[in-house]
T-cell receptor, first 112, second 115 residues
Framework: AQSVTQLDSHVSVSEGTPVLLRCNYSSSYSPSLFWYVQHPNKGLQLLLKYTSAATLVKGINGFEAEFKKSETSFHLTKPSAHMSDAAEYFCVVETGRRALTFGSGTRLQVQP | EAQVTQNPRYLITVTGKKLTVTCSQNMNHEYMSWYRQDPGLGLRQIYYSMNVEVTDKGDVPEGYKVSRKEKRNFPLILESPSPNQTSLYFC??????????????FGPGTRLTVT
């Protein structure tokens, strides 16, 4: 069975500093992986997706993620945080029955 | 505008009173799904549908029903709501494998309170 673990429930960074949100997955095959973002009182928006092409995936708003099969990781990064990045981020794995399993989420706080 | 719509956005109801939350998408997507979001648990899938007249259980289907009579609509039915179904509900749609994509597009959410 596929599963995903987000290693930090909360991350706090200062504006202008790098962001790292960690995600490990478990899968019996090479899955499709996604990062979604949810701003307060909003729906979910797709940030980026990995579907077995390039291992470094670029998304919207300057975010990127690297698929590392040897480490079963798919960490999300951004070189410089902006106040508007404050939100909850979900790492998601495709389960093989065309459905998605969500991690429990990481709340990113950006300090001025 | 391509979108997934849900109605109502907010609903307060009482235990046992049947309710339906509607979901509609205008992107001709094959795949539709319902999730509930609870603090600390992320999103958990309730039911999904790969196409018209094809539905299947997700991870937490108990207490819910769905139907998919038309491609664009996927209503969620709570026959006898209970307080443990108080949650934030999201509908999503996806092109599906045969249409070349798996990423899901989410509606704005329905906040349900059952007293």
């Amino acid at each position: 069975a596929q599963s995903v673990t987000q290693l930090d429930s909360h991350v706090s960074v200062s504006e202008g500093t790098p962001v790292l949100l960690r995600c490990n997955y478990s899968s019996s095959y090479s899955p499709s992986l996604f990062w979604y973002v949810q701003h307060p009182n909003k729906g979910l928006q797709l940030l980026l997706k990995y579907t077995s092409a390039a291992t470094l995936v670029k998304g919207i708003n300057g975010f990127e993620a690297e698929f590392k099969k040897s480490e079963t990781s798919f960490h999300l990064t951004k070189p410089s945080a902006h106040m508007s990045d404050a939100a909850e981020y979900f790492c998601v794995v495709e389960t093989g029955r065309r459905a998605l399993t969500f991690g429990s989420g990481t709340r990113l706080q950006v300090q001025p | 505008e391509a979108q997934v719509t849900q109605n109502p956005r907010y609903l307060i109801t009482v235990t046992g009173k049947k309710l339906t939350v509607t979901c509609s998408q205008n992107m001709n997507h094959e795949y539709m799904s319902w999730y509930r979001q609870d603090p600390g648990l992320g999103l958990r899938q309730i039911y999904y549908s790969m196409n018209v007249e094809v539905t299947d259980k997700g991870d937490v289907p108990e207490g819910y029903k769905v139907s998919r009579k038309e491609k664009r609509n996927f209503p969620l039915i709570l026959e006898s709501p209970s307080p443990n179904q108080t949650s934030l509900y999201f509908c999503a749609s996806s092109p599906g494998w045969s249409q070349g994509g798996l990423e899901q597009y989410f509606g704005p959410g329905t906040r349900l309170t059952v007293t």
